[in-house]
């Protein structure tokens, strides 16, 4: 079969490997099409070394027909199209022990720790597939991974019908906050990013929100205007390491100031960098800081949705390209990140 696979970091080839063979638990999936994640991004420039071993068959979020089925499989028919749920944990650890899976300490993902969807085929455990619903198209489906990250993270918080929300961070992962979070509240929203561009495409989808470009407004004033001084119940932190204006604090610091009383800070960035809170800020307002990381069966959430039609992926969408072009794809997010948020990468 013919794969994406990272030589060397910074460099795909599109070679010929040999097709994966399957367990009597897994089955064959023919990929259609895989998106590329910030992970990805990290990836490719060598920074999840020496987690990643080279040469790798990247890709995480990946959809597309099953084309052969181990002999312990039940409930499954070949053609049938399914997203794969890339999370491999381990069972065991205390996490795993309460059920408590995206804080398994030996977390493992398929397109990371083993290969992935930038191939034709991959093979999976059945106990990770999902079945994809005729009423959503190919492209769309492609998205049911980012979307479980944004499913989870508004179910770590807690967000209910009538919450104002803030989200720091209008990237990949924040607008897919912002699209789970939209189909459980249509309270105030607040999008920060210092990329007009994102900003706009969070405005086309949802015109009745707020977009607060934080290099030309504070985001806090701005919000505890719109509130009446009251802060909204609930902010997200995905902006990451960005850029702090004079005057300002960092995104976790902000969007703690940003809530009310008794309100919710969850946090998703994964930087190794410091970041210096004034812990008074929380406790003053006996504030919750919650984290979310992966995903926990999300999956069926984000499916449901895409079949009712609540969610706006055309917004997530800036590009699609065949798989025989992944260095161009990572090359062109890396050179422009303004101009894409998900492009994916089809076998079509
Ligand atoms: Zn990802
Ligand atoms: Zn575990």
Redesign the pocket.
């Known amino acids: 079969m013919k794969a994406a696979v990272l030589t060397e970091y910074r460099n795909f080839e599109y070679l010929d490997v040999p097709k994966p063979e399957i367990k009597d638990s897994e089955v064959l999936v023919k990929i259609t099409s895989a998106s590329i994640?910030?992970?990805?991004q990290h990836i490719f420039k060598g920074e999840f070394h020496p987690r990643t071993k080279l040469p790798l068959i990247p890709g995480?979020?990946f959809v597309g027909t099953l084309e052969e089925i181990g002999k312990d499989v039940r409930g499954h028919n070949i053609g049938e199209r399914v997203a794969v749920d890339?999370i491999i944990w381990c069972g065991k650890c205390p996490a795993c022990k309460i059920g408590h899976y995206p804080a398994c300490t030996s977390l493992k993902?398929l397109g990371i720790d083993m290969d992935g969807g930038f191939a034709e085929y991959v093979a999976a455990d059945a106990s990770m597939l999902y079945k994809i619903d005729k009423k959503i198209s190919d492209r769309d489906s492609a998205l049911v991974?980012?979307y479980s990250?944004g499913f989870h993270a508004s179910k770590r918080a807690g967000v209910q019908p009538g919450d104002s929300l803030a989200i720091y961070g209008a990237g990949?992962i924040g607008q897919s906050i912002l699209q789970a979070s939209r189909t459980i509240t249509q309270e105030m929203l607040f999008i920060v990013d210092i990329i007009p561009k994102r900003l706009e495409i969070a405005k086309t989808a949802y015109p009745e929100i707020t977009t607060i470009n934080a290099r030309e407004e504070n985001p806090v004033e701005v919000i505890m205007d719109k509130t009446g001084g009251k802060g909204v119940d609930i902010a997200f932190e995905v902006a990451g390491d960005a850029k702090i204006f004079e005057g300002r604090t960092n995104p976790v610091r902000e969007a703690i100031r940003s809530i009310r009383g008794a309100g919710k800070v969850c946090v998703l960035s994964l930087e190794n960098t410091e970041v210096s809170l004034v812990m008074k800020e929380l406790i003053w307002k006996e504030g919750l800081l919650i984290t979310s990381r992966?995903s926990h069966g999300e999956y069926k959430d984000a499916l449901e949705h895409l079949v009712i039609g609540d969610l706006k992926p055309e917004a997530l969408i800036s590009a699609i390209l065949p798989m025989k072009r992944t260095q161009e794809a990572f090359e062109m997010i890396e050179n422009e990140p303004e101009n894409y948020l998900k492009v994916l990468l089809t076998n079509s």
């Not at 994640?37 to 990805?40: K, L, P, Q, R, V």
Request: net charge negative.
């Open positions: 994640c910030g992970t990805d995480h979020e890339p993902l991974e980012p990250i990949k992966v």
